[in-house]
């Protein structure tokens, strides 16, 4: 592996603890009441994060416009067959203030910019023997450090990695032995932290859900008769919940109780795959690559709200820039507004050159509230600012 840095070394990290879990049940109590922000913003489904300080210069919601403010790179790639599966980039603020915004390139490296500062921090060569595309990214507070999930479904390989040397610390080979591996996620449970992995095989063998702690060893196998694309974990005072997206539908799992909780979806028998799914505050929102949003109650299950654009085009990934509002990749190479409250399409954003496979929102110093796009293939990464 060849890492390449551009600028100067984060600060000597500590050394670094894996955990080391027996194959005993998990005892479960009410410690998730103890986890921070942070780290419940960096799990969930959902990517908000709220700029407090200009709070009093929020735009009406009637108002709500973006404009392009700059493309972040012109090297990355996504996937054009598994990039809806997942998250094709991951930003966050680190502990020690840096702003990434972490990608793959068509060579298969991991790149990792500051785009506060507008500069690349660090290029791994070589991260994986073919594409990513799949990023997730934690906090893990007992050690102080950020770590990033990277997943290959060509190699089926997931690589742990920590963010301030770019080390690789964990490398789980064949994590999914019978199918294509299209996502993984971290799972935290009485602050120890946990990776999942997702089961995508359209045969009928399929292999179970994994569950590995930090040493790369089982903790834990759950069998799903659905071939799972996506996977993610949500969470509620005690109870920890897997989401899994499936070629036709949205599931979730009580991985606290160990049993299925709630199906969701009615369209994807007919109207195409689920390729956007986020939760927040009960709410599960899923896009149909159809072009149909579906808003669910997340512990019945009821449909409580859809809106069908099948016309214009197909939905990819999704993020709730507010309680009202929503933006969505599209297949017709546009980011849409979608007012929820209204159930209205409110503005087409245009530049990429193919399918926009992934949309997150974060806060900036200096530029403020904004969302980055990525389109698939090797097209652009881009950044939109809120017009005023």
Known sequence: MNVKYNSEKPKKSKKIKLFNLSNEQLTRHKSL???????????????????????KNKLKQSDLDFAFYKDLTSKSYADDFSGSCGYTFTIFRSVNEIFY??????????????????????EIKNAHNNYIIDFRHFYDKKNKRDLLISVSSFDNNIKLWNIYNWTCILEIKNANRTGALYSASFLCENNEIYIISSNSNLLKRKDPIKIFNLNGVIIKQI????????????YEINNIYII?????????????????????????????????????????????????IEICDFHTGEVLNEINMSICSGFL?????????????????????????????????YGHKYFVATVKKIYIPKIGDCFISQGMTSDTIKLWTVKK
């Open 33 to 55: 009441n103890k986890m921070n922000n942070s780290e419940k913003e960096n799990i969930n489904s959902i990517n908000i994060q709220n700029n407090t300080q200009n709070e």
């Open 223 to 234: 069998k799903f008769s659905n071939s799972i694309d996506f996977i993610d974990c949500y």
């Open 244 to 292: 899994l997206g499936t070629h036709n539908n949205v599931i979730s799992y009580d991985y606290t109780n160990n049993k299925m909780y709630n199906n969701y979806g009615k369209y994807g028998q007919t109207k195409g795959h689920y390729s956007g799914i986020i939760v927040h505050n009960s709410k599960l929102i899923a896009s149909n690559f159809g072009g149909i």
């Open 317 to 349: 990934g999704v993020c709730l820039w507010d309680e009202n509002n929503l933006l969505v990749g599209c297949t017709d190479r546009t980011i849409k507004l979608i007012n929820l409250k209204e159930k209205k399409l409110k503005k087409c954003f």
């Open 101 to 122: 915004l972490i990608f793959a390139s068509i060579e298969k490296s991991i790149m990792s910019y500051d785009i506060k500062n507008n500069q690349k921090i660090c």
